[in-house]
């Protein structure tokens, strides 16, 4: 019997994806003996810095990496989200399942975000979000927070925090979908790039684990997510400067909405476009250079 281990952060989100990967697995080869192996990252130590400020850093899958390349696991699962567009020599991202609903949602003690009152405070560790949220909202009270999806939520009935926004993927993976006061609407709320999706990653030489992980391969979801990550690094993936992305298919037509922000969010600068969906690097090649026409670069700062 073939055995093999996967790789994940601790977390119970994490445990909880890398379970689904495992299980998939299993549906196409029930004879397969597969273990978990949970590492802690340097995301998982530093709980305190803002997410943005490890932007490009791979601070979540360094470490399930170098596991990756030591041969003490023979895939990663990762929150694709996480995943910088460069991937280290030796490496591969493999395969990404069917994606979950990518939006950002709200929890809130206060009701949906149209109904908290103004200097209402809300959690987030997002640039992304935050400065979208502003957009909005520019009377709300944005403050950073850290930590695991159960340590966030806790801040809210607690009273520390008036709403957190988190992704809706990690909600529902975990159950929790009764806990959402809202779903936030994407046009306003562009998700990270990836958002919803998991990612897998391997070494890229080998060719047998390659094999049983392209059967969990969600072709749909792959060419979403490759234009979006086409986007990003177009845009310079490891800026600290906002940037969201999120591609749709219909037919045969993928359609890419992007979002780029000022480190601040004095400005927001959105823009779509469209193509074929045989083509997702293109298009998102195509829309970073719409949207640098636009004046990308300069809403971005040095950063980029």
């Known amino acids: 019997m073939r055995e093999i281990t996967i790789g994940a952060r601790g977390s119970k989100l994490a445990v909880i994806q890398a379970e689904e990967v495992k299980n998939k697995l299993i549906e196409f080869f029930p004879d397969l003996k597969i273990h978990l192996a949970r590492i802690k990252t340097a995301g998982d130590h530093n709980l305190t810095a803002s997410l943005d400020d490890f932007a ?128 936030l609407p994407a046009e306003y709320f562009t998700p990270a790039v990836g958002q919803g999706t998991l990612g897998v990653e391997i070494r890229s030489q080998d060719s ?19 234009a979006e990550r086409a986007f990003l690094r177009a845009l310079g993936g490891g800026c600290r400067a906002p940037i969201a992305a999120l591609g749709t298919i219909s037919n045969d037509n993928l359609k890419l909405e992007g979002m780029v922000a000022g480190i601040e969010g004095s400005q927001i600068l959105r823009a779509a476009a469209e193509g074929d969906v045989t083509q997702p690097e293109q298009l998102g090649k195509n829309l970073a250079s719409k949207m640098i026409g636009l004046g990308a670069l300069s809403i971005m700062g040095s950063e980029a």
């Open 208 to 226: 047998e684990i390659l094999d049983l992980v392209s059967k969990i391969k969600d072709t749909s979801t792959w060419a979403a997510i490759s």
């Open 56 to 183: 490009g850093q791979g601070v979540f899958v360094k470490e399930l990496e170098k596991a990756l390349l030591e041969r003490r696991i023979d895939l990663a699962v990762h929150s694709l989200k996480d995943l910088p567009t460069e991937i280290p020599e030796g490496l591969l991202l493999a395969a990404v399942t069917d994606r979950l609903n990518p939006r950002d949602v709200l929890i809130s003690r206060r009701g949906k975000l149209s109904e908290l009152a103004p200097k209402s405070k809300i959690g987030t560790g997002s640039r992304r979000r935050a400065v979208q949220l502003l957009a909005i909202r520019p009377d709300l009270t944005i403050a950073n927070i850290r930590g695991n999806i159960d340590t966030r939520l806790r801040k809210v009935p607690d009273g520390e925090f008036d709403g957190v926004i988190v992704a809706a993927a990690a909600m529902l993976r975990l159950g929790w979908q009764q806990r959402i006061t809202e779903y």
